[in-house]
Nanobody
Framework: QVQLVESGGGVVQAGGSLRLSCQAS??????????MGWFRQAAGKEREFVAT???????VYADSVKDRFTISRDNAKNTVSLRMSSMTPMDTDVYYC?????????????????WGQGTQVTVSS
C-alpha cells in the first residue's frame, strides 16, 4: 500500500503562485516504476485531471493549466510537486495527489490506485 500526503495548499491572490508537494511512502514504491498525478475537485463536481508525470519524467497537462502549471518529481525522495502560477479564481479547488504503478501516466482518475487526502487551494480575486 502506498500512502500519499499533500502539503502547500492555502490562499493566494489572483495572478499569484503556489507550490504543492506530495510525499509518497510505502513498500511498493521505487525501484518499481510508478506515475504520479495531480487532480482537483470542487464540491459537487467530478474530479478533474490537472497534470501527470511518468517515472521517467514525461508530463501531460490539462489544457486549462498548460503553460501555467509545472509538475515535477524527485524519484530519490518519492515526491511530486506542482508549481502553479498566473492563478485565477477558477483554480480554486481541493487538489489531490495520486499514484499508479507502471510506466503509463494517464489522465483518467479511475486508473490511479492511491490518493492523498487533498489540500485546499483558494485563489482570491
Amino acid at each position: 500500500q502506498v500512502q500519499l500526503v499533500e502539503s502547500g495548499g492555502g490562499v493566494v491572490q489572483a495572478g499569484g503562485s503556489l507550490r504543492l508537494s506530495c510525499q509518497a511512502s510505502g513498500r511498493t514504491l521505487s525501484p518499481n516504476p510508478y506515475a504520479m498525478g495531480w487532480f482537483r475537485q470542487a464540491a459537487g463536481k467530478e474530479r478533474e485531471f490537472v497534470a501527470t508525470i511518468s517515472y521517467s519524467g514525461h508530463t501531460v497537462y490539462a489544457d486549462s493549466v498548460k503553460d501555467r502549471f509545472t509538475i515535477s518529481r524527485d524519484n530519490a525522495k518519492n515526491t511530486v510537486s506542482l508549481r502553479m502560477s498566473s492563478m485565477t479564481p477558477m483554480d480554486t479547488d481541493v487538489y489531490y495527489c495520486a499514484s499508479r504503478s507502471g510506466s503509463s501516466y494517464p489522465g483518467n482518475a479511475d486508473e490511479y490506485e492511491n490518493w492523498g487526502q487533498g489540500t485546499q487551494v483558494t485563489v482570491s480575486s
